[in-house]
């Protein structure tokens, strides 16, 4: 049996990707802050007062996963927690003056960083790239939400 050609599957594509990312990442942006982590400082920078479960569907966190992102940045003190007044059991969130200051560096470090990521592509192949990757990220949307078609239009 002849060995597969792993530059055709996606997925050890992707890791390689997601590993390049996370070594530049961890270089370039922050060794504290995580991507997920930004994501969710970047989210609450632009809708500020969002409870939980809408910003994990806006950075594409599960449950748990958001949880424990909160969690963590509640506990550096970078986002607080406060009571939805329409509905009690709701909590609302919202970046602290230290969270709002860490955004704004990271942002500046991020964009540095995207940078080297993106090196390789002309301006033209970037835009094309992001195309087909949030094409492909959007259809698989459809594996969390069963209802969803996986199929993307022709």
Do not use: C
């Not at 530059?7 to 995580?34: C, D, F, K």
């Not at 594409?60 to 986002?79: F, N, Y």
């Not at 540095?112 to 002309?122: D, G, I």
């Amino acid at each position: 049996m002849a060995a597969a050609d792993l530059t055709t599957h996606p997925g050890h594509l992707a890791r390689r990707l997601q590993q390049a990312h996370y070594l530049l990442w961890n270089t370039m942006v922050s060794e504290e802050i995580t991507s997920p982590q930004y994501a969710v400082l970047n989210t609450l920078v632009a809708e500020p007062g969002l409870d939980q479960r809408t910003v994990g569907e806006r950075v594409g966190l599960d449950r748990s996963t958001i949880a424990e992102v909160i969690s963590r940045l509640g506990r550096r003190g970078l986002l607080d927690k406060v009571r939805d007044p329409e509905d009690g059991r709701r909590f609302l969130l919202r970046l602290t003056e230290e969270g709002v200051r860490t955004h704004r560096k990271l942002t500046v470090r991020t964009a540095r960083m995207n940078q080297v990521f993106l090196a390789p592509l002309t301006a033209e192949e970037r835009t094309l790239f992001f195309h087909l990757i949030r094409r492909v990220a959007d259809a698989a949307e459809g594996l969390r939400n069963p209802g969803e078609s996986l199929v993307a239009p022709p």
